[in-house]
């Protein structure tokens, strides 16, 4: 299995608290992602980075915002949760080439009530 | 149109027999493809990649690309009640070249009965 941890792996909030999500891989992998899953929208991609300091937001990144200052961890930050945010969040790697595989961490619940 | 498509399902399989997974896509000039399997509650897991026209075969798995139907497919065959998972489609788009994303289709969902 490809070294991905997400933690927390399962968080409870309240509406308009800030939560972070990290990710930490141990592939030194220089692309890294941020996917939320809900039933009937499949996997979405946030936020991605390709490299440390670079990033770029997938097609639902309002509301959120990332950082990567190392390799080997890229945070996800709600900056103000909504009950909207209530997913699963799994957290990618990939070495990125257009042929390459992406690898996908435990996931991430998190509840916003 | 979504750029990825995939019959939800559920498809139900009796045990033993071959599982047929199809998934189209928008981007004539997408280049990688993939399949992922997801047991629920879990992270999804990579089955398949497949590049070029034709099959690609991996155990009792094979992968099915026609570029010109634009449609990928997954086989499985001599089914097995550990197949019964949801099984995502993802695509590499032409149009995200350079920036290595991927998009998912919604999934199928597949049951094999004992």
């Known amino acids: 299995d490809a070294g991905i941890t997400q933690s927390p792996r399962h968080k409870v909030t309240e509406t308009g608290t800030p939560v972070t999500l990290r990710c930490h891989q141990t592939?030194?992998?220089?692309?890294m992602y941020w996917y939320r899953q809900d039933p009937g929208h499949g996997l979405r991609l946030i936020h991605y980075?390709?490299?440390?300091?670079?990033?770029d937001k997938g097609e639902v990144s309002d509301g959120y915002s990332v950082s990567r200052s190392k390799t080997e961890d890229f945070l996800l930050t709600l900056e103000s949760a909504t009950s909207s945010q209530t997913s699963v969040y799994f957290c990618?790697?990939?070495?990125?080439?257009?042929?390459?595989?992406?690898?996908f961490g435990p996931g991430t619940r998190l509840t916003v009530l | 149109q979504k750029e990825v498509e995939q019959n939800s399902g559920p498809l139900s399989v009796p045990e033993g027999a071959i599982a047929s997974l199809n998934c189209t896509y928008s981007?004539?000039?997408?280049?990688?493809f993939f399949w992922y399997r997801q047991y629920s509650g879990k992270s999804p897991e990579l089955i398949m990649s497949?590049?070029?026209?034709g099959d690609k075969e991996d155990g009792r798995f094979t992968a099915q690309l026609n570029k010109a139907s634009q449609y990928v497919s997954l086989l499985i065959r001599d089914s097995q009640p550990s197949d019964s998972a949801t099984y995502l489609c993802?695509?590499?788009?032409?149009?995200?070249?350079?920036?290595?994303?991927?998009?998912f289709g919604t999934g199928t969902r597949l049951t094999i009965i004992p």
């Open positions: 592939e030194n992998h220089r692309y």
């Open positions: 497949i590049y070029s026209n």
């Open positions: 993802a695509v590499n788009p032409e149009a995200n070249f350079g920036n290595e994303k991927l998009t």
């Open positions: 981007d004539r000039g997408s280049q990688s």
């Open positions: 980075s390709y490299g440390v300091k670079d990033t």
């Open positions: 990618a790697i990939s070495e990125g080439y257009s042929t390459d595989t992406q690898y």
